[in-house]
């Protein structure tokens, strides 16, 4: 079975920094393309980054130049720094993979940016 566990949200002021984990079980990494969602309050779901399996990234230009996206093979984990933090980058922050014709997500993590 294939799982998706994001962790590391929280409250960050203001040009604040926060990484984020997914932790992927089930499939390897290096196999998968993760993706990185975020939906804001009364916001529909976005597309922030993805890493494909050769290890290359692209960032949406929302985030792009303050988030990066990196992986841990042997942890077989997906990890999102986000630096220079913006109120409008509060969001719930979810990991996706495509498996078998599923699309799979995690439970999502809060990230609240604020003063």
């Known amino acids: 079975q294939v799982q998706l566990v994001e962790s590391g949200g929280g409250l960050v002021q203001p040009g604040g920094s926060l990484r984020l984990s997914c932790l992927v079980s089930g499939i390897n990494i290096t196999d998968s393309t993760i993706l990185w969602y975020r939906q804001g309050p009364e916001k529909s779901r976005e597309l922030i980054a993805d890493?494909?399996?050769?290890?290359?990234?692209y960032y949406a230009d929302s985030v792009k130049g303050r988030f990066t996206v990196s992986r841990d093979n042997a942890k077989n984990t997906i990890y999102l720094q986000m630096n220079g933090l913006k109120p409008e980058d509060t969001a719930v922050y979810y990991c996706?993979?495509?498996?078998?014709?599923?699309?799979?997500w995690g439970q999502g993590t809060r990230v609240t940016v604020s003063s």
């Open positions: 996706n993979t495509a498996w078998k014709s599923r699309d799979l």
């Open positions: 890493i494909f399996s050769d290890g290359v990234a």
